[in-house]
């Protein structure tokens, strides 16, 4: 076979196997085959790249030279939605609608994303290119970026030109453990998901937990005439889908377009649209994207086409807003915060002020660009908003000071230390490191929950600790003589020594955990368990290879980047870091993952034979769950046959779970196999 030929195979090979393993959640290969296969690939393109294919799979981890984002036009409208915002106005437009028609019709609903709209373009079937809504003229190619995300297939089967318009999103929960390893950097995951598709390195938006969900398609050579089977298309194709979606008839006939492979979708008659919309907003909440409301559209295409448009938006469908969880108040005042790696966050004082049940009475201001966006100043009256339950924003003003109308300034040195603030990129820092502030903050960041967990020593407890000269530096946890404590108000004999035992057991964190407490910036629990589960599974380890510059072999790591390899480096290699370490490791803390013994001596699951489908939380790979069975003396089998004894499920299982039911296999969640795995410890 000649080199292109392999190059080619191989690039279908492994788009293929991306699509089963994040889309189907069923791979078929190990992932060690699947890194052999990629990292031949990436070997032949680096020698050869004239045959580089446009849509390589090699390009999901995106490139680190700068993106250009050149405006281009649209060959589909993408045109803004009508919007609505009571019911009784969206059930007059199904009405007239309906009425206005000479023929019986039938209603789509689905959920309105809050992210970032984007339409991809497909030529031959190949990825063509990306481009955001723009004007709804000309949008911006963002194709580079959009190649990053795992969901969206750079090659279909279908061989013609198509276009796909759909939400680009960030889960919620992916928000939160994301922006936590950026100390909550980030507002929102909509305002996460617009920024990146114009981040300008693709390798940085890698890394960011995109999601896509495809709601349009459209095709040249029209092969049917309604919307759910160019859903069950794209479906098939290989998109996502979303599976909240719901169809309305009047006609029962007409329910029978709703093909056997949508089983999730909800079938009803017109007259349900009402109840199904109040289901919806009462259980918003618990979806894991943020959704600000949901979208009705006209199931057959013709009668979408003989409608057709507006300047501003089609005829035949509309949006229906939620109430979005906004209130007015008064910004009092705005603070400085320090952190412990000396960045500065102004935060907004607010007239306390109830949205969506709870008081907020602080909102985070970002950085000074924000605020100068804003034009915010105290006194003003400005609207807050808490988008999706997560961290109250403030929005906009609504109305100057009249007495002080200029905007906030930043103070030009540290309150804490008076030192000169320095702004870097979009924020300031306090470069100060005995800043007291920034010391202060790094032990509450190495005594919080999530680190050592040393819940004795509260964020008052270390203020009064450090302001008396007791413990100013992290060693001193360990160093002090807490009995000391004896003579001071309010240190009784029994908090003492609950002090002292938690600060013993504290001893027993493990090393991901010690690792991410240490405070170092962009080193957080996630870094910490992907270095170790790379063989970086103790610090000697790292600081080793820190010592030789071996970029590489951080950067090599998934999820890492060269900005991540470098801060690694700078860390581990920087005198004063290793002085920490060096004094931390006398007092025993685990600076080595200990190994979980290999096999246990009790074999709860013996004579069982399991077999896994989905993919899990706590299981990724799903390798990590087959290992726990057989470390317990159960078997592990890929198909299901008669002698199968428990079905593992996670999310997305496929028909796995269908023939386990069939066969009366033990089916088990993930909850329950945690508890099944607690139990037999
Ligand atoms: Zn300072």
Redesign the pocket.
């Known amino acids: 076979m000649n080199i292109k030929q392999r190059i080619e195979n191989l690039s279908k090979e492994l788009l293929r196997h991306q699509y089963l393993y994040y889309i189907k959640a069923e791979p078929e290969i190990s992932d060690k085959e699947y890194d052999r296969l990629f990292d031949e690939l990436v070997a032949l393109e680096k020698k050869y790249p004239e045959y580089a294919f446009k849509n390589s799979p090699t390009k999901r981890v995106g490139s680190d030279l700068d993106n250009v984002f050149a405006e281009k036009k649209h060959e589909i409208p993408v045109l803004s939605l009508d919007k609505e915002y009571t019911l009784q106005g969206l059930t007059k437009w199904v009405k007239k609608i309906i009425s206005n028609s000479e023929r019986e019709l039938s209603f789509v609903v689905e959920e309105k994303i809050d992210g970032a709209s984007i339409v991809l373009y497909y030529k031959n079937g190949v990825l063509d290119s990306a481009l955001t809504r723009g004007n709804g003229m000309f949008g911006n190619d963002v194709t580079e970026n959009i190649r990053t995300i795992k969901q969206i297939p750079l090659i279909t089967e279908e061989k013609s030109d198509f276009a796909v318009r759909g939400e680009i999103f960030i889960n919620k929960s992916d928000f939160l453990k994301y922006n936590k390893s950026f100390e909550n950097k980030y507002s929102n995951p909509r305002n996460l998901a617009a920024g990146s598709l114009r981040n300008l390195k693709s390798s940085v938006v890698a890394k960011i937990p995109l999601n896509f969900l495809a709601y349009e398609g459209f095709f040249k050579n029209q092969f049917c005439n309604n919307h759910i089977l160019i859903l069950l298309k794209l479906k098939h194709m290989g998109f996502c889908i979303n599976k909240n979606i719901a169809f309305f008839s009047s006609n029962v006939k007409d329910i029978s377009v709703v093909p056997n492979e949508f089983p999730e979708i909800i079938k009803g008659k017109i007259k349900d649209i009402s109840a199904y919309i109040e289901g919806k907003i009462k259980g918003r909440n618990k979806l894991d994207y943020e959704i600000d409301g949901l979208v009705v559209k006209i199931n057959e295409i013709d009668i979408r086409e003989n409608l057709g448009h507006t300047s501003h938006h089609p005829r035949w469908e509309i949006a229906f807003k939620f109430d979005s969880p906004i209130a007015q108040t008064v910004l009092k005042n705005i603070v400085i915060q320090?952190g412990r790696n000396g960045r500065v966050t102004p935060v907004a004082i607010l007239e306390p002020v109830k949205i969506a049940g709870s008081v907020v009475s602080r909102a985070t201001l970002h950085n000074q660009e924000y605020i100068e966006i804003l034009e915010l100043g105290p006194g003003d009256l400005v609207s807050i908003s808490k988008r999706g339950d997560i961290i109250p924003a403030v929005e906009e003003v609504i109305e100057k000071s009249y007495e002080n109308p200029a905007v906030y300034k930043f103070q030009e040195n540290?309150p804490?230390?008076g030192?000169r603030l320095i702004k870097q990129g979009a924020h300031h820092f306090?470069k100060?490191k005995k800043?007291p502030?920034?010391m202060k903050r790094s032990l509450i960041h190495f005594v919080s929950k999530d680190q050592m967990d040393i819940d004795t020593l509260g964020e008052k407890t270390i203020k009064f600790l450090f302001e008396r000269g007791f413990v100013k530096i992290i060693p001193d946890i360990y160093k002090f003589n807490y009995d000391l404590l004896l003579k001071e108000e309010g240190f009784k004999e029994k908090r003492v020594d609950n002090i002292k035992k938690s600060i013993d057991k504290s001893k027993s964190r493990p090393f991901k955990k010690v690792l991410a407490a240490l405070g170092f910036d962009g080193l957080g629990t996630s870094v910490a368990s992907e270095l170790i589960k790379n063989g970086f599974n103790s610090i000697d380890k790292i600081i080793e290879i820190a010592s030789k510059g071996e970029k590489e072999e951080f950067s090599k790591i998934e999820g890492f980047g060269t900005i991540t390899a470098e801060l690694l480096i700078e860390h581990f290699t920087d005198n004063k870091n290793l002085e920490l370490i060096r004094e931390l490791k006398k007092w025993e803390l685990n600076f080595k993952e200990k190994i979980e013994s290999e096999t246990l001596k009790i074999k709860p699951f013996e004579n069982q034979i399991w077999a896994i489908t989905g993919s899990f939380k706590n299981f990724k790979p799903r390798s990590k769950a087959a290992e726990k069975i057989e470390q317990r003396g159960g078997k592990v089998n890929n198909t299901i046959s008669s002698k199968t004894t428990h079905l593992l499920t996670g999310s997305l299982s496929g028909s796995k779970l269908e023939r386990a039911r069939n066969l009366n296999v033990k089916i088990v969640n993930e909850k329950e196999f945690l508890d099944m795995l607690n139990l037999s410890l």
Do not use: K
């Open positions: 320090v540290c804490f230390c030192s306090c100060n800043c502030e920034r």
